[in-house]
Nanobody, 128 residues
Framework: QVQLVESGGGLVQAGGSLRLSCAASGRTFSSYRMGWFRQAPGKEREFVAAIGWSGGTTYYADSVKGRFTISRDNAKNTVYLQMNSLKPEDTAVYYC?????????????????????WGQGTQVTVSS
């Protein structure tokens, strides 16, 4: 069992930056791929970014590539999402997730059903 707790959300102007954190409980954090998803009002949950077990592999949605960076610190059981050049369309609740699926990260990333654990979410609002 893994519990995930997100933090770092808030209100920011367009062009600004935020850093989200996700703290995980348990001793097996490094055995999970970690990811970030987001859900805007009236829309389905969508993939944002994912990172492999050691942090050497990352994968991003096209909409955030070049602006967002996912990283992890296995010693701290924490995964981060650095968000730069934020746009109003980035406004959403951001969720941290963990998966033990052995499939390639590009397959797992885009299928929410393959993610085993989810956080409660943190609101990010970008004003224009």
């Amino acid at each position: 069992q893994v519990q995930l707790v997100e933090s770092g959300g808030g209100l920011v102007q367009a062009g600004g930056s935020l850093r989200l954190s996700c703290a995980a409980s348990g001793r097996t954090f490094s055995s999970y791929r970690m990811g970030w998803f987001r859900q805007a009002p009236g829309k389905e949950r969508e993939f944002v970014a994912a990172i492999g077990w050691s942090g050497g592999t990352t994968y991003y949605a096209d909409s955030v590539k070049g602006r967002f960076t996912i990283s992890r610190d296995n010693a701290k059981n924490t995964v981060y999402l650095q968000m730069n050049s934020l746009k109003p369309e980035d406004t959403a609740v951001y969720y941290c997730a963990a998966t033990r699926s052995p499939l390639t990260i590009t397959v797992v990333a885009r299928d929410p059903s393959r993610w085993n654990y989810w956080g409660q979410g943190t609101q990010v609002t970008v004003s224009s």
